[in-house]
């Protein structure tokens, strides 16, 4: 992704708004538009890393990253492959699904801290490397494929208007 074409459009922006104090006004701006080039792709790239954290939390297990390749921003979409559960014997496995999609009411993430012996992190962070994601989302990817609920069901959640954690769920009207 070029972000040249919004720097430029934000500078021609400031020259014109300069352009209403005067010859002044307008030199300097000029002159602070060329500094300002580096600091405006800083915000860009830290506001579309925002926008793909927000896309990655409503698509796990799957991913968004932004990875910059020769200056420029790139994004990146990991999607999940898709794990196959043993079938017990005497079963069909037609209408099951191992990573279950999780219901619209259960998008909202939450926090965790997770305290994890110095040999199994870098463990874990290998296997991300290994699948090109960040450690949060192979940690959340090997979560929901081990839960392995039935298709279109999350996991049990408090009751509503039950406090659970920090958290108060429940309707409001």
Do not use: C
């Not at 409503?58 to 200056?71: F, K, T």
């Not at 199994?120 to 699948?131: F, P, R, T």
């Not at 450690?135 to 039950?162: H, I, K, Y």
């Amino acid at each position: 992704m070029d972000l040249t074409r919004y720097v430029d459009d934000l500078q021609h922006r400031l020259a014109t708004a300069a352009g209403a104090g005067g010859d002044d006004a307008r030199e300097l701006a000029l002159r602070l538009t060329a500094p300002l080039d580096a600091a405006v792709r800083l915000v860009l790239l830290d506001a579309l890393s925002a926008a793909a954290a927000e896309i990655s939390a409503e698509l796990a297990p799957g991913a968004v990253d932004v990875r910059l390749r020769a200056g420029e921003p790139e994004f990146v979409v990991a999607v999940p492959a898709p794990v196959a559960a043993p079938v017990p014997t005497g079963t069909s496995p037609v209408g099951t699904s191992p990573a279950a999609a999780p219901d619209a009411d259960a998008a909202a993430t939450t926090r965790t801290t997770l305290r994890l012996p110095d040999h199994l992190k870098s463990q874990v962070e290998v296997a991300a490397a290994h699948d090109g994601v960040s450690v949060n989302t192979w940690l959340v990817r090997t979560v929901a494929a081990a839960l392995d609920l039935p298709p279109g069901r999350s996991a049990p959640q408090a009751a509503p208007g039950q406090r659970s954690g920090d958290r108060v769920t429940g309707w409001v009207r």
